[in-house]
């Protein structure tokens, strides 16, 4: 460890020292490949400058310090099942790999895939599993929250991408994180290193990178707080250009092979149910791509040579459009949902698709290729009951706005699953902005597990502190994220769901620890208690911070596709 390091180890430390020193009162702990030629008349126009300025990425290096224990919470006892075998579809010919455990899942719902032909790697609780089509065998987790990349602690890997490397084509795999990092694994070599570093801790850094794609060597991330697609290369000057400003971004395919850039953006209106395939040409919008179909509950997009591939009627349906003008070409009704795809090229230069299900890949136009795969003893994968998964959270109760007439705020960037870089974390919640004072209700009938009347505003040192502790640890530590919510009550409701409550102004007297509270009860009042406005007064960055949780196990939305956590949250409070 470098100098430079050990002074800010010593620098935290002493601040820490002297906190304990001169304050009496601690924060309370929770309770609880393929090239394409164009021809001369497909060429396209001299590229057009682009419309934003290039991002400058931060050189500070976090390093790698013990993680506060995990604050602990009452637990929901998990329901042991039998795995379900995997379904054979009927529509297709189509081969099967299905993963079996005596009690637990493999993968129950994965958000994204890519695949070479003979491998697939995907996303599913967070993890990067490799999955060997050709010889069937148990999964390998690649990358999961909490390994070290470099010195970076990998938070949520949310999207990926095979990129060109220099010892061939499609030698790498990168993975997105929702703090905004790109990693590279160099397949050959299988090591992991940083090829992006997003994770700036400042005051207004607020970016939010949510899709990625791949052209050769060329790396584009879709941004969704400044409304941007960005290409970018490692160590170089990147480019941008603008995205709408009034869709809720979905995902993002970029057309490889080509020297030009293709984008095509999956977006969806936020006036709008039906959501709509945007097609930009060096940047710019190609009117004269313009699909017919009525495009619902969309989840992803991929490109090949003649064709977009689109996922929608979560996973319900795949339709094949011509990536020109925008022609349906073919829709295909899957008998089950299907939570991601992946396309590859065979040697004819035919787009070849392979499905991933919950615990099973299939293999369109492969059935001979079946396999059962024992994951009995796999203890990476034998985890009962999966607290990530969309079965369980549809069995919500009955949830009310808990401010009346004020729905949860619209931008991506204060739904959950949002990076938050001035404390290196991601956002757990939903935030209804008002006025301090405005009552709070209950959403549901429940039973009070946690109630902060000992709750004491901070000395400003407290957040240096807690901020200074994230720089080095590279994420918010678990007595961190407790103190940065501030005041809070959190309730028991049925079914094992929590809903918690923070930067409250007051808790309503009625609220003690094990008082029963009924839908629409006054349980608090808003305000900013442990958000860094309140350093500057009590308006300022007044709202509520609301938390679902599924016991102390998943947060809404938790390890699922943007669009995913805001469907659910709009039907909840429709």
């Not at 990530?388 to 706005?401: R, V």
């Not at 597990?449 to 918010?476: C, H, I, K, N």
Request: a negative charge.
């Amino acid at each position: 460890m470098n100098a430079l390091k050990w002074v800010w180890i010593l620098a935290v430390a002493g601040l820490c020292c002297l906190l304990i020193a001169c304050s009496s009162n601690d924060i309370s702990e929770p309770s609880s490949n393929n090239s394409i030629t164009l021809s001369e008349d497909e060429a396209i126009k001299p590229p057009v400058e682009p419309t934003i300025t290039p991002i400058q990425l931060s050189t500070s290096t976090p390093v790698e310090i013990a993680t506060q224990p995990a604050a602990a919470v009452e637990p929901v006892q998990p329901t042991v099942v039998s795995a379900p075998r995997c379904p054979q579809p009927e529509l297709f010919r189509a081969g099967r790999i299905c993963y079996l455990g005596e009690n637990g899942q493999t993968f129950v719902h994965p958000i994204g895939m890519v695949s070479n032909g003979q491998f697939a790697w995907l996303i599913d609780g967070g993890r990067v599993l490799q999955i060997n089509l050709v010889s069937p065998a148990p999964p390998i987790v690649l990358l999961a929250p909490g390994d070290l990349v470099g010195e970076d602690p990998v938070h949520e890997p949310l999207d990926l991408s095979l990129v060109d490397l220099p010892s061939g084509p499609a030698a790498g795999l990168l993975v997105l994180d929702r703090v905004g990092d790109v990693y590279l694994h160099d397949l050959a070599l299988g090591s992991w290193i940083r090829d992006r570093y997003a994770r700036p801790i400042g005051q207004t850094s607020s970016h939010y990178y949510l899709a990625l794609s791949t052209n050769g060597s060329d790396r584009y991330l879709l941004e969704s707080s400044y409304r941007y697609g960005v290409r970018y290369l490692p160590e170089q000057d990147e480019t941008g250009w603008p995205v709408d400003e009034n869709s809720a971004l979905v995902d993002l395919a970029v057309l490889r092979g080509t020297a030009a850039s293709f984008a095509y953006v999956l977006q969806r209106p936020t006036d709008s149910p039906n959501a709509e395939i945007v097609r930009y040409v060096q940047g710019q919008i190609d009117g004269n791509f313009r699909p017919t179909i009525a495009i619902t509950q969309p989840r992803e997009i991929k490109v090949g040579p003649r064709a977009v591939y689109l996922l929608d009627r979560a996973g319900a349906r795949l339709s094949v459009i011509n990536n020109e003008n925008g022609t349906l070409l073919s829709q295909t009704e899957f008998e089950f949902p299907i939570s991601t795809f992946a396309l590859y090229l065979d040697q004819f230069g035919s787009s070849i698709a392979v499905y991933a299900g919950r615990n099973a890949i299939y293999l369109p136009g492969q059935p001979d290729q079946q396999a059962e795969i024992d994951m009995v003893g796999q203890a990476a994968f034998v985890q009962g009951e999966v607290p990530y998964d969309p079965q369980i959270w549809a069995n919500l109760p009955n949830i009310t706005l808990p401010i009346e007439n004020l729905p949860p705020d619209n931008s991506e960037l204060r739904l959950p699953g949002a990076p938050r870089h001035y404390r290196e974390g991601i956002h757990e919640g939903m935030d209804f902005y008002w006025s301090p004072g405005r009552e709070i209700k209950a959403v549901a009938d429940g039973t009070v597990v946690r109630a902060m009347w000992d709750y004491q505003e901070p000395w400003p040192e407290l957040f240096s502190f807690y901020r200074a502790e994230a720089a080095l640890l590279g994420q918010t530590s678990e007595k961190g994220l407790d103190f940065f919510r501030g005041r809070q009550v959190w309730v028991q409701h049925e079914n094992g769901f929590i809903s918690r409550h923070a930067h409250l102004s007051r808790i309503d007297q009625s609220i003690d620890v094990g008082r029963v509270v009924t839908q629409g009860q006054t349980i608090g009042q808003v305000g900013n208690s442990g958000s860094p406005g309140s350093l500057d007064g009590v308006d300022v960055d007044s709202h509520l911070h609301f938390e679902l949780w599924y016991g102390d196990r998943a947060y809404l939305g938790q390890y699922w596709r943007p669009i995913e956590t805001r469907e659910l949250i709009e039907s909840i409070f429709k």
